[in-house]
C-alpha cells in the first residue's frame, strides 16, 4: 500500500482543557493558523457539564474541532502523586484518604497517565469525567500540571538541592530535588497568595540542605504566574530563577 507523505505529515489536533474548582481554561496550538487561547468560567450553582458543553462549542468554533487527541488536565489540589508501578494494585479512595485529601460530594476518583514513571491520583468532578470520557473516547489524555513543571525541570537542568515551583490560579506544584539531583517530592496546595507560597517553601526548605536556610536551597519558579510570586521568593530565598516558557497544562 502506497502511503503519502502528507498523511505521514500531518500535524495532530491537540486541545488541552485545564479544569479547575472555578471554571476551565482551553489551549490549541494550530501550525496553520494563530494560537487559540480562552477560558470559561462554571456558572455558580450551574450545571457544570452544560457549562464545558457550551464551551467545547466555543473552542470547535475557533479551531474547526475533530482534535486528534484532547488532554484534560486536572488542576486541584485534592491531588497526590505515585510512582507509576504502585498504581495497579492501588485502591485510590484509601490512598487519598492517607494522603489527608477527602471526596466532596459528585466528586469521584481519577489516575492520570505517566510523566516520568509518576502518575497523579486526585478528585474531580464525576459528571465532567463522564461527558469527557464518553465524548472523546480513545482520544482523552488525563494529566496532571505537575507533569508540566516536572518537563520544564527536565528541559532547564534543574540543580540538586532545589524546589521548582508553579504556581496556577488556585494552587501551586512543588518539585524538590535532592542534592543528587534526583526528584524527592512532588506535592500541591491550594494557593490564594503570596502568604501562602512562603508558608510552603519555608517548610519544604527546612527538609532539605541548610535546615531551611534560604541561601542555601535554589528555587526554580515556572508558569505563567511565576513572575507574580518572583518578589516574595527573593524576599526569603537568595538563589531564584525562571524556567520554561509557558504553561499550558
Known amino acids: 500500500m502506497q502511503v503519502t507523505g502528507n498523511s505521514l505529515n500531518r500535524e495532530k489536533k491537540i486541545l ?7 471554571g476551565l481554561y482551553f489551549y490549541y496550538v494550530s501550525p496553520h493558523s494563530r494560537d487559540t487561547e480562552f477560558q470559561s468560567q462554571f456558572t455558580p ?6 457549562d464545558l458543553e457550551r464551551a467545547l462549542i466555543v473552542a470547535d468554533a475557533r479551531t474547526g474541532g475533530d482534535y486528534d487527541r484532547v488532554e484534560l488536565s486536572l488542576d486541584t489540589a485534592a491531588a497526590a502523586f ?3 508501578e504502585l498504581v495497579a494494585g492501588l485502591n485510590a479512595e484509601e490512598f487519598l484518604s492517607h494522603a489527608g485529601v477527602g471526596a466532596a460530594i459528585g466528586m469521584r476518583d481519577v489516575t492520570t497517565g505517566t510523566y516520568g514513571g509518576i502518575c497523579a491520583v486526585a478528585y474531580a468532578d464525576a459528571r465532567i469525567m463522564e461527558y469527557m470520557e464518553a465524548r472523546f473516547a480513545g482520544k482523552l489524555a488525563v494529566v496532571s500540571p505537575a507533569f508540566c513543571l516536572l518537563g520544564a525541570c527536565r ?3 534543574v540543580e540538586g538541592g532545589a524546589l521548582a515551583v508553579y504556581p496556577t490560579e488556585e494552587n ?12 524527592s517530592l512532588l506535592e500541591v496546595y491550594p494557593l490564594s497568595g503570596e502568604a501562602d ?3 510552603y517553601l519555608s517548610k519544604l526548605a527546612e527538609g532539605m540542605i541548610g535546615g531551611g536556610k534560604g541561601g542555601r536551597v535554589k528555587i526554580y519558579l515556572y508558569g505563567a504566574h511565576a513572575g507574580a510570586y518572583r518578589s516574595v521568593v527573593r524576599r526569603y530565598f537568595r538563589k531564584v530563577s525562571v524556567v520554561g516558557r509557558r504553561d499550558r497544562a
Open 16 to 22: 488541552s482543557i485545564r479544569l479547575t474548582r472555578s
Open 45 to 50: 450553582g450551574g450545571d457544570s457539564v452544560a
Open 82 to 84: 505515585v510512582p507509576e
Open 155 to 157: 528541559e532547564a537542568g
Open 172 to 183: 501551586v506544584y512543588v518539585a524538590g530535588y535532592g542534592i543528587d539531583g534526583k526528584l
Open 197 to 199: 507560597m512562603v508558608y
